[in-house]
T-cell receptor
Framework: DAGVIQSPRHEVTEMGQEVTLRCKPI?????LFWYRQTMMRGLELLIY????????DSGMPEDRFSAKMPNASFSTLKIQPSEPRDSAVYFC??????????????FGPGTRLTVL | AQSVTQLDSQVPVFEEAPVELRCNYS??????LFWYVQYPNQGLQLLLK??????LVKGINGFEAEFNKSQTSFHLRKPSVHISDTAEYFC??????????????FGQGTILTVHP
């Protein structure tokens, strides 16, 4: 299995621009998570999906952030407009409860976002 | 809600010495506990997890952890470290069932640096 795939690996953009981060979870996994990692705040859960449905988005910082999961094999995290304080590493992770729960989240390599 | 406290932000140690990375948690419900490792510029990788049963859990790369319910701790240990163990280590918890199942709460991380 290729593992969780994230793209792009690095993104540099200017303040005010729209940024879209992409994630392909492990095939067959029914949970998908988006995290943000910064030096100041550590690892924060932004949002997670179960069977493509958002379950908890309480970690999404503000309305500038949105996430979608149109199908079981693809998710996006969008920031519009971006701000310098959004600079961070964004991780996607997936897990499964089928055929029985493994409770293990598998992380992608992350997208390092820099907003100038 | 759950919270995780990793008591040491940095732990320097010499090669072949033993190491303990400390983790305490707080929760009003039963939890599952995890240790993840993050090597530089990579995503997180599961080291070990406690779901139920024996309180001593063995993981990959010679690491083990002990769940202590009375002290709400889940400390990570290795009897003899290698240079390659240099990384950041994260303790995490998730509710054992319920509507928040699958939602990981991470500690702030402990940077383990192994010196020759």
């Amino acid at each position: 299995d290729a593992g969780v795939i994230q793209s792009p690996r690095h993104e540099v953009t200017e303040m005010g621009q729209e940024v879209t981060l992409r994630c392909k979870p492990i095939s067959g996994h029914d949970y998908l998570f988006w995290y943000r990692q910064t030096m100041m705040r550590g690892l924060e859960l932004l949002i997670y999906f179960n069977n493509n449905v958002p379950i908890d988005d309480s970690g999404m910082p503000e309305d500038r952030f949105s996430a979608k999961m149109p199908n079981a094999s693809f998710s996006t995290l969008k920031i519009q407009p971006s701000e310098p304080r959004d600079s961070a590493v964004y991780f996607c992770a997936s897990s499964t409860t089928r055929p029985r729960s493994t409770d293990t989240q598998y992380f992608g390599p992350g997208t390092r976002l820099t907003v100038l | 809600a759950q919270s995780v406290t990793q008591l040491d932000s940095q732990v320097p140690v010499f090669e072949e010495a033993p190491v303990e990375l400390r983790c305490n948690y707080s929760s009003s419900v039963s939890v599952y506990l995890f240790w993840y490792v993050q090597y530089p510029n990579q995503g997180l990788q599961l080291l070990l997890k406690y779901l139920s049963g024996s309180t001593l859990v063995k993981g990959i790369n010679g690491f083990e952890a002990e769940f202590n319910k009375s002290q709400t701790s889940f400390h990570l240990r290795k009897p003899s470290v290698h240079i390659s163990d240099t990384a950041e280590y994260f303790c995490a918890v998730t509710p054992a069932g319920g509507t928040s199942y699958g939602k990981l709460t991470f500690g702030q991380g402990t940077i383990l640096t192994v010196h020759p």
